[in-house]
């Protein structure tokens, strides 16, 4: 077993169905291919929605959400979810299940953002899809916690700086998970698991290269960004297995210099992507249950 890849076995088992939907090499392959991958590897890692959590589809801003109700009586902020995917694959449909519980174990209500994929649609167009979907629930009234996994929560920070820079009010929280910030993708966890499991370094920079951003756009990079200060409180898990980890680690301290509340977490067993593997490993399903624990407390403050 080299440095780069970890030892729970039920997380081992998870990458390897991963590796049998979606190779290894599938960057090297097609967009359509990809995304046809992509979608089949969801539908495996698929599961109900939680008893009494509904979803519906519908037009907000110009833009298709999927907006979540929890059984109970949602109370505090809303959760504004924007998926992974490289900013290349992904949909509603690839992060449902994600979504349903982490509403219905948050007991919060959660907007996914059907957002526009590179390389047909280049930054700023997700970025841009995801601030229309964010204005129109403050003109609701709402108060919103941004969150995201991998690209998606690149695109939460990028939405937290843009609402900070625009004087936007009412986004109390930020929630991001194993996200890519714009590390300079050759030193410390680029270097040190550029072959890990579920995603390279290679892979970040071709998904980087198709998202078509300036080097020096924080937006697009939030890792670039001047000052952190003034963002909204934040939860940050990253894994111990990927070569994202250290954006995650370096943007956290960031934070914490700026004078931002952050609860920072990381897993030390998983790789990226774990979130799927949360019905089938330990480290998964505790990495899970904290992550919503800390979401409810981001609803709720």
């Known amino acids: 077993m080299t440095a780069s890849q970890p030892t729970e076995r039920e997380i081992l088992a998870f990458q390897a169905i991963c590796d049998g939907f979606y190779p290894p090499n599938a960057v090297a392959a097609a ?58 694959v992904g949909s509603l449909e690839s992060h449902d299940a994600i979504c349903a519980e982490l509403a219905g174990a948050a007991a919060a209500e959660l907007v996914a953002v059907d957002y526009r994929l590179a390389p047909e649609h ?38 937290a700086l843009r609402a900070r820079d625009e004087g936007l ?17 050759v030193s410390g966890s680029y270097a040190e698991m550029a072959e890990a499991p579920g995603l390279s370094t290679s892979d970040v920079a071709y998904y980087r290269a198709l998202y078509g951003a300036a080097e020096d756009d924080p937006v697009a990079h939030p ?30 301290a960031r934070l914490v210099e700026a004078g931002v509340d952050v609860t920072f977490r990381e897993e030390p067993e998983m790789v990226h992507a774990w979130l799927r593997a949360r019905h089938m490993s330990p480290g998964a399903r505790a990495g899970f249950r904290a992550l919503a624990e800390g979401l409810a407390v981001l609803v709720r403050r």
């Open 31 to 88: 967009i359509a291919q990809q995304r046809t991958w992509y979608d089949a590897l969801c539908r495996k890692f698929d599961s109900p929605h939680p008893a009494g959590v509904s979803a519906v589809d519908r037009v907000l801003a110009g833009i298709g959400v999927r907006h979540y109700r929890p059984s109970c009586d949602a109370v505090g902020a809303t959760v504004l979810c924007l998926h992974g995917g490289g900013f290349v």
């Open 223 to 252: 890792l670039r960004a001047e000052s952190l200060a003034r963002l909204p409180p934040a939860y940050v898990t990253v894994a111990r297995f990927d070569p994202l980890r250290d954006d995650g680690r370096r943007f956290a």
């Open 169 to 185: 009010s009412g986004v109390v929280g930020l929630v991001l998970i194993y996200p890519g910030l714009g590390g300079d993708l």
């Open 122 to 159: 280049l930054h700023p167009a997700a970025s841009n899809d995801g601030m229309a979907v964010l204005r129109a629930l403050l003109g609701e009234g709402r108060r919103i916690v941004l969150a995201g996994d991998s690209a998606g929560g690149n695109l939460a920070a990028g939405l």
